[in-house]
């Protein structure tokens, strides 16, 4: 479990790196958490590399989060919920422009790198291991399922809300992690505008109104 | 480079697994590579991986298609290739019901297992590969801009059919990959029923009809 690469040193002699337990010792292994799975995906991170980006022993990282599931979860929990607190506000007059607001609140949440990047490392560690899947469905079936679905009518509600979660989640893979073009370089207004429909339709069953084919 | 496992052999006998080129190797490989990179995904498959699930010396694989890159690209081709050759039948008469064509096409891919775990490797490699999501760009680019767009109308008919497969693609995703609930244990021709008319929206600009709120 030592660091290869590292210095030799005495006994006792203190490591230069090695910052003990102490005030923001957890938020700054939360910090490294976002990096070392952003960079590497769940299957590549490890505990250690997560210790040293973080300057602290690896078992600080065990007495914090007990395993790798437990730091990736917490990670993931403390840089995604700012994308998937939707503001109660969405949910009080669903029927009229939830589609629009909800839109344009996820793509304020893409648009900036900040937020955007754990995000795409919790979408690249779900689709490549089983563990990461399993947090990921914890995380939206509680905070998006259980928040939106009551705000809305109908015996499906749920897979509604779900397919309007995959044409959003669809789109991100394509403009940001695959980036095919148009939609990698789209005007995000344009996008907006595109989609706030179709999540409308899903979301209340309120279709767009008819778009001119040959604009 | 040799497999472990393998009995012990005198100089000169023949090794009983290696098969040497001839009819079918080139088949076999492919075959090979799509178990490699659909277990392993794009970053962990490697030529020797594939050579040795083909029961070939690995530099028939370079031989063949000279690199990772050019094997997986290949191979994503060959085992692809139905899921994207979109009948022209479908692109005729795209202003009636393409949306529908279109969708139930793409799940009765999905929905066999021959065919989804190829298209799963490849969007497994695609988010986290710069390489294969360079080959997956190309391939949606050829295969389904290039086809579909000519049919639609509107400045924006690529931008347009992109979004219709961010819908499919992202539908896909919390379906097969994700495996969230409920998406992923609906009915297929609930799902045909919710997400056709949306792809039919994406691509000719007609709303879907609207859905009774509190069915």
């Known amino acids: 479990m030592t ?3 590292e210095p030799r040193r005495g006994r006792g ?4 790196d090695a910052v003990e337990d102490g005030p923001g010792a957890r ?6 958490a976002r990096s070392e799975f952003g960079e590497r995906g769940y ?6 590399g997560i210790a040293k980006r973080a300057k602290v022993d690896p078992s600080l990282v065990h007495h914090y989060f007990a395993s790798k599931e437990g730091v990736f979860e917490a990670a993931m929990e403390v840089n995604i919920a700012p994308a ?3 503001p109660q506000l969405f949910l009080a007059d669903a029927q009229t422009d939830i589609g629009e607001r909800l839109t344009r609140f996820v793509f304020g949440i893409w648009e900036h790198a900040l937020t955007r990047e754990p995000l795409l490392a919790m979408v690249r560690s779900a689709v490549n291991n089983e563990t990461a899947a399993a947090i990921f469905r914890r995380m939206i079936t509680r905070r998006v399922l259980k928040r939106v679905t009551p705000a809305l009518s109908g015996p499906d509600a749920e897979l509604r809300v779900e397919l ?9 893979m394509l403009r940001y992690l695959i980036k095919l073009e148009p939609v990698a ?6 996008l907006i505008a595109q989609l706030a429909p179709v999540v409308q339709y899903h979301l209340t069953g309120t279709p767009p109104t008819p778009r001119t084919q040959n604009a």
Chains 1, 2 share one sequence.
Request: charged share 35%.
């Open 13 to 16: 002699r203190p490591r230069r």
């Open 43 to 48: 299957d590549r991170a490890s505990v250690r």
């Open 84 to 86: 998937m607190d939707i």
């Open 3 to 5: 660091e290869s690469g």
């Open 185 to 190: 370089s789209a005007d995000v207004d344009e």
């Open 164 to 172: 309007a979660v995959a044409q959003l989640v669809g789109t991100a």
């Open 27 to 32: 938020e700054r292994i939360l910090l490294a």
